[in-house]
């Protein structure tokens, strides 16, 4: 089972490392872990963007899997395009599973960014936005596309120190993974 590797964990500054680590533990579990940043692109180009686009989704086509890192980065909520690589493989009907280094709901981590009040029997954010208040780690449409798609998302009981790089919440998504392909 080939499993792409979807994450923020590309924009880390030890992110060959960690693709590294995370495809060493797919081995492990016998399974092959496919990481963005094993595609071979010259960022000078002119169309770079569009190139790294391409590979991703052809790498995404070739697998059988994916698991997403979505613990928040840059804000309260996931990565965007770990996002849409999550519903990429879950619009082509492949097994998803996903990770949150943060077991905090969406709307308490939207709390340490903005004042969150409640106003007429809603949350709303400082702009007066109602905020998604469902008790869930992040958005519906991800958390339910988890369940439908693969597996629950997977979070620790406590949010690790390094977030960045504590990887048992993945390796968790791998086990999960590996038992998957022993039953089929």
Not at 92 to 115: E, H, I, Q, V, W
Not at 159 to 168: E, G, R, S
């Given at each position: 089972m080939k499993i792409y590797l979807a994450g923020p964990d590309v924009f880390l500054p030890d992110a060959?490392?960690?693709g590294r680590r995370k495809a060493e533990i797919c081995t492990a579990h016998g399974l092959t872990g496919l990481y963005p940043l094993d595609n071979s692109i010259d960022l000078t180009v002119s169309d770079a963007s569009?190139?790294?686009f391409c590979g991703n989704e052809a790498m995404m086509d070739h697998a059988d899997a994916i698991i997403a890192n979505l613990t928040p980065f840059r804000g309260a909520g996931a990565d965007p395009g770990t996002v849409y690589e999550l519903g990429y493989m879950a619009g082509r009907r492949k097994f998803c599973l996903a990770?949150?280094?943060d077991p905090a709901t969406y709307?308490?981590?939207l709390g340490r960014f903005m004042d969150v009040t409640t106003e007429g029997?809603?949350?709303v954010d400082a702009?007066?936005?109602t905020v998604e208040d469902f008790g869930l780690v992040d958005n519906l449409m991800m958390i339910h596309a988890l369940e439908l798609?693969?597996?629950p998302l997977v979070?620790?009981?406590a949010q690790p120190v390094d977030v960045w790089h504590d990887l048992a919440a993945f390796e968790t998504c791998v086990r999960m993974a590996a038992a998957r392909l022993i039953a089929t």
């Amino acid at each position: 089972m080939k499993i792409y590797l979807a994450g923020p964990d590309v924009f880390l500054p030890d992110a060959v490392e960690i693709g590294r680590r995370k495809a060493e533990i797919c081995t492990a579990h016998g399974l092959t872990g496919l990481y963005p940043l094993d595609n071979s692109i010259d960022l000078t180009v002119s169309d770079a963007s569009r190139q790294i686009f391409c590979g991703n989704e052809a790498m995404m086509d070739h697998a059988d899997a994916i698991i997403a890192n979505l613990t928040p980065f840059r804000g309260a909520g996931a990565d965007p395009g770990t996002v849409y690589e999550l519903g990429y493989m879950a619009g082509r009907r492949k097994f998803c599973l996903a990770y949150s280094n943060d077991p905090a709901t969406y709307a308490d981590r939207l709390g340490r960014f903005m004042d969150v009040t409640t106003e007429g029997g809603r949350l709303v954010d400082a702009q007066g936005l109602t905020v998604e208040d469902f008790g869930l780690v992040d958005n519906l449409m991800m958390i339910h596309a988890l369940e439908l798609h693969g597996c629950p998302l997977v979070t620790p009981a406590a949010q690790p120190v390094d977030v960045w790089h504590d990887l048992a919440a993945f390796e968790t998504c791998v086990r999960m993974a590996a038992a998957r392909l022993i039953a089929t």
